[in-house]
C-alpha cells in the first residue's frame, strides 16, 4: 500500500473516533483486507441495528486502497481524494454538532 494512502486511511479513522467521541453518531470504519477496501458507515445514535439499518445510514463510503484499480499515479490521486472527502464529510459532521 502507497504510505500517502495509508497515512489518509489513518486520518480518517481518527475522524471516525472523532466523531463517534463527540455522542451523536456512530462511525464504522472496516478494512476489509481480501478486497484491499475501506468502508466508512455512519449511522445515529440509536440507530435500530436489528432490522433493515441501511435506511438510517447518514454516510456509507467505499474505498479501494490498493491491489487492482489503484496502480497508476492517478489512481492514486482519486483514492487520496476519495479519502479526504470522505474524512472531510466526517469532520463536517462533527462541527454541525459543535454548532
Not at 478494512?31 to 439499518?53: C, I, K, L, R, T
Request: charged letters at 25%; proline letters at 1%.
Amino acid at each position: 500500500m502507497n504510505d500517502d494512502i495509508r497515512a489518509a486511511v489513518e486520518r480518517l479513522f481518527s475522524a471516525c473516533l472523532e466523531l463517534t467521541a463527540e455522542g451523536k453518531y456512530h462511525a464504522f470504519l472496516d478494512f476489509q483486507a481480501h478486497v484491499s477496501w475501506v468502508e466508512v458507515m455512519v449511522y445515529p445514535v440509536g440507530a435500530d441495528y436489528s432490522g433493515d439499518h441501511g435506511k438510517q445510514r447518514i454516510i456509507n463510503s467505499r474505498i479501494a486502497i490498493a491491489g487492482w484499480g489503484v496502480e497508476t499515479a492517478d489512481d492514486i490521486a482519486r483514492v487520496l481524494s476519495d479519502l479526504k472527502g470522505t474524512t472531510e464529510r466526517l469532520y463536517g459532521l462533527t462541527l454541525q454538532e459543535a454548532a
